[in-house]
């Protein structure tokens, strides 16, 4: 079974800051990773997806994230936080077959200007 | 055309309604799926089309009543909802089920208020 665990439901960061959001997860196989965004009163947007191709990850928005298998974590960073990356942000995991999408908790990202 | 498009945007019933819900897809994915999301909290899997037949039932009450007519096409029936059923209903699509790396593309979903 897969699973993720996302450490801190909230993460507040100052405008022009490092955004670094943190996901661990947990497979018996090798995993596909993603990071979604939800905005308020929205649907689900992909980020980024891990599928074994390379170890970093980029994304839209200036995101990126690096898979690092001896940590188990795919954390997602962003250099410089801007006012719009203010959203929900859900990692999520998938093992192989038709086994379904697993999402962590989420993270609510603040920016403060 | 890399959209997902949900009907209504909004939607608030009875408990006694009968309604249902849209979803449209036209990127000729062959896997749609339906989720359930409460404020605060991760979407969760409700139920999984593959190849226009169900083929993932999350043990979800039955006054919930999936339908795929086509490939493009996912509709969600609702009976005798309760006010719990309250919720954002989130429909995706991917290429295909069976393919781990195939990310699910996203409705805007419908904020559903049952009363």
């Known amino acids: 079974a897969q699973s993720v665990t996302q450490l801190g439901s909230h993460v507040s960061v100052s405008e022009g800051a490092l955004v670094l959001l943190r996901c661990n997860y947990s497979s018996s196989v090798p995993p596909y990773l993603f990071w979604y965004v939800q905005y308020p009163n929205q649907g689900l947007q992909l980020l980024l997806k891990y599928t074994s191709a390379a170890t970093l990850v980029k994304g839209i928005n200036g995101f990126e994230a690096e898979f690092k298998k001896s940590e188990t974590s795919f954390h997602l960073t962003k250099p410089s936080a801007h006012m719009s990356d203010a959203a929900e942000y859900f990692c999520a995991v998938r093992g192989g077959g038709n086994t379904p999408l697993v999402f962590g908790k989420g993270t609510r990202l603040s920016v403060i200007a | 055309d890399t959209e997902v498009t949900q009907t209504p945007k909004h939607l608030v019933m009875g408990m006694t309604n009968k309604k249902s819900l849209k979803c449209e897809q036209h990127?000729?994915?062959?896997?749609m799926y339906w989720y359930k999301q409460k404020a605060k909290k991760p979407p969760e899997l409700m139920f999984v089309?593959?190849?226009?037949?169900?083929?993932i039932n999350e043990s979800v009450p039955s006054r919930f009543s999936p339908e795929c007519p086509n490939s493009s096409l996912l509709n969600l029936h609702l009976h005798a909802l309760q006010p719990e059923d309250s919720a954002l209903y989130l429909c995706a699509s991917s290429q295909r089920e069976g393919s781990s790396y195939n990310e699910q593309f996203f409705g805007p979903g419908t904020r559903l208020t049952v009363l």
């Open positions: 089309y593959s190849y226009e037949k169900l083929s």
């Open positions: 990127m000729g994915h062959r896997a």
